[in-house]
């Protein structure tokens, strides 16, 4: 399935680059210069990822995140200038999945893109109708129902929107009740990347996993962190 990519960014010279480095891998490509267009525009069509500048005119892309991430789970690329830790760790804090300091390798960018689509609309086997089990891709943890065919979590009823990032860890973390994983582990698995030392990927994403979680348990906590070894689910 071809899928539409959004770039949303001001500087038209490195908008075109992105979208020549796209369009040579077979994607379907929009561009918008501003936040707002960018809304309207994901709200008329089906987009499967958002390449988003930080630094724009009126609405920046910090705000376009978080008005994305009211309504939609799509993947976002995060890209700016600002390279510091701090601004990074904002970037994923709003609802980025993955953030690139430009001046960036277009073909980092394309590797990127790839992995973040790769993760959200992975497409599990169906089950073996022979299998003993039916149900082996649904875990179910006190109030929680993961279900690893569909990539859906639900809380008693009700649905909890994660990220694919988000539902990777939770997902990894809960196929292994009482096994300690650490934030080295749990980069490589779920980012399928080497771990560099001083990435906070995991601690941002783990953070806002577990304020989703504990919002749609009322409060109960479900990851629990070992301290200066990693991070566990508990049954």
Not at 69 to 83: F, G, H, N, V, Y
Not at 141 to 158: E, W
């Amino acid at each position: 399935m071809n899928k539409n990519i959004l770039i949303v960014d001001d500087d038209r010279k490195i908008a075109g680059l992105i979208e020549i480095y796209l369009h040579n891998e077979g994607y379907t490509v929009y561009k918008t210069e501003n936040g707002q267009a960018a809304l309207e525009l994901i709200a008329a069509q089906t987009i499967h990822l958002v390449i988003l500048d930080i630094m724009m005119p009126g609405m920046d892309g910090l705000e376009v995140c978080m008005k994305i991430r009211e309504q939609r789970m799509t993947p976002i690329l995060m890209i700016s200038a600002k390279d510091s830790d701090v601004d990074k760790i904002t970037g994923l804090l709003t609802g980025a999945d993955d953030y690139l300091v430009k001046p960036f390798n277009p073909l980092e960018l394309i590797a990127r893109v790839k992995s973040l689509l790769r993760r959200a609309y992975y497409q599990a086997p169906p089950p073996d109708p022979a299998a003993d089990t039916a149900d082996k891709h649904v875990i179910s943890i006190a109030s929680l129902r993961i279900d690893k065919q569909t990539h859906t979590v639900t809380a008693g009823s009700s649905p909890v929107k994660l990220t694919p990032l988000e539902f990777g860890i939770l997902s990894l973390l809960a196929s292994h009740p009482g096994r300690v994983f650490n934030s080295e582990e749990i980069f490589e698995r779920i980012w399928k990347e080497k771990y560099f030392e001083s990435t906070n990927s995991v601690t941002v994403h783990m953070s806002r996993l577990r304020d989703k979680l504990e919002k749609a348990m009322d409060g109960e906590k479900l990851i629990h962190t070992v301290w200066g070894v990693g991070y566990k689910i508990e049954i």
